[in-house]
């Protein structure tokens, strides 16, 4: 029963997430994209007649608007992306909150990459310790490598997420 109800909470958030990425990427950029050309142009430009010169009817301002902007928008995107600190910002948080970050996620990490990674630590230990390589020091540290790595393959995390990991 526990594991049902875990379930279809998951599901739940997974439809959430799907729900806020389609609607606030899509459906309202539409909405808002001509929404903002008809709210400017009836309420401002038809009420200049300046302005009504440059833009005689709705689709001039449409199209004149969309030339302009689409252009300008990539310019802005790319400057937030490459240019400011504030993208620098974003992925630090995002990166902060990703808990796949302190546990393997599932796939080729945690079937091929880790097990491998355990292998090689296993062999170039016997290896070290046969040419009498190996300190008291990297004995230490390859144990705790070792249990790390094991931890992961177990499911768990290494170091200090800064969110609760209920996943």
């Known amino acids: ?7 279809q909470s998951r599901l739940i958030y997974r439809a959430w997430y799907y729900f806020r990425q389609g609607y606030s990427t899509y459906l309202t950029f539409i909405l808002g994209y001509v929404s903002t050309f008809v709210t400017v142009y ?10 009504l010169g440059i833009f005689p009817d709705f689709m001039v301002f449409l199209i004149i608007g969309t030339v302009i902007g ?3 928008s990539v310019a802005i995107g790319w400057l937030h992306l490459k240019r400011t600190r ?3 910002a974003e992925v630090d948080i995002g990166v902060e909150a990703n808990p796949y970050l302190y546990k393997l996620p599932p796939g080729h990490a945690k079937e091929v990459n880790t097990p491998a990674i355990l292998v090689q630590l296993r062999i170039l230990r016997r290896i070290a310790e046969a040419n009498g ?4 020091s990297d004995r230490a540290e390859l144990d705790e490598l070792q249990k790390k790595l094991l931890t992961l393959l177990e499911g768990g995390h290494v170091g200090s ?3 609760r ?3």
Not at 42 to 51: E, F, H, N, T
């Open 42 to 51: 009836y309420l401002a430009i038809k009420d200049m007649p300046y302005l």
């Open 161 to 163: 997420p800064r969110r």
């Open 86 to 88: 504030a993208w620098t």
């Open 133 to 136: 390589l190996l300190e008291d």
């Open 165 to 167: 990991m209920d996943f």
């Open 70 to 72: 689409v252009p300008l």
């Open 1 to 7: 029963m526990k594991l049902l109800g875990y379930v």
